[in-house]
T-cell receptor, first 112, second 114 residues
Framework: GENVEQHPSTLSVQEGDSAVIKCTYSDSASNYFPWYKQELGKGPQLIIDIRSNVGEKKDQRIAVTLNKTAKHFSLHITETQPEDSAVYFCALPGNSGYALNFGKGTSLLVTP | SAVISQKPSRDICQRGTSLTIQCQVDSQVTMMFWYRQQPGQSLTLIATANQGSEATYESGFVIDKFPISRPNLTFSTLTVSNMSPEDSSIYLC???????????FGNGTRLTVT
């Protein structure tokens, strides 16, 4: 399936600052780009996704941008809060088109 | 979105034994998957649970070690057989809602093998 590279692996920001996490991929046929948040002791939760026919999608303080030419997509969190502290994963559809292949994750820490 | 319940939520098992994990969904879903998440790592797909037929396993995972059942569109089980400490992981059930593209996850089963 499609491999996805995710950076950075850890990110520490102060409350109120912005956080950006980036994922790059190689298969130009990829057309669905989700982001998941995993809090301690819980399963991953879909927080935002985008399809290849748009370049940006926003939902309150979070946004996802897609650059199909450069083959990367990014998660943007503005006005970060301590409750944003979690591990974030990007993902891409695998060979079957239904299951997802996940990036290695970014551990985000928001300090008050 | 679908609500996914997994049982048990955690367990500590002895080497050589087997554990069966249950996944119950509150609505009928076409696609169900089992993932493994080793400590501090990302998620790795084990297999697709196919309703009424044998599961489809990913490279590195075999039916003898991880038998899966899916008797209907709302329920599946994953068994971790002949466990060793290397099987200590979080095992996650996931479903795809038809046409949506997104996967939804249960809270996982945290397995420790001693």
């Amino acid at each position: 399936g499609e491999n996805v590279e995710q950076h950075p692996s850890t990110l520490s920001v102060q409350e109120g600052d912005s956080a950006v996490i980036k994922c790059t991929y190689s298969d130009s046929a990829s057309n669905y780009f989700p982001w998941y948040k995993q809090e301690l002791g819980k399963g991953p939760q879909l927080i935002i996704d985008i399809r290849s026919n748009v370049g940006e999608k926003k939902d309150q303080r979070i946004a996802v941008t897609l650059n199909k030419t450069a083959k990367h997509f990014s998660l943007h969190i503005t006005e970060t809060q301590p409750e944003d502290s979690a591990v974030y994963f990007c993902a891409l559809p695998g060979n079957s088109g239904y299951a997802l292949n996940f990036g290695k994750g970014t551990s985000l820490l928001v300090t008050p | 979105s679908a609500v996914i319940s997994q049982k048990p939520s955690r367990d500590i098992c002895q080497r050589g034994t087997s554990l069966t994990i249950q996944c119950q969904v509150d609505s009928q879903v076409t696609m169900m998957f089992w993932y493994r998440q080793q400590p501090g790592q990302s998620l790795t797909l084990i297999a697709t649970a196919n309703q009424g037929s044998e599961a489809t396993y990913e490279s590195g995972f075999v039916i003898d070690k991880f038998p899966i059942s899916r008797p209907n569109l709302t329920f599946s089980t994953l068994t971790v057989s002949n466990m060793s400490p290397e099987d200590s992981s979080i095992y996650l059930c996931s479903v795809a809602e038809q046409g949506a593209g997104a996967l939804h996850f249960g809270n996982g089963t945290r397995l420790t093998v001693t």
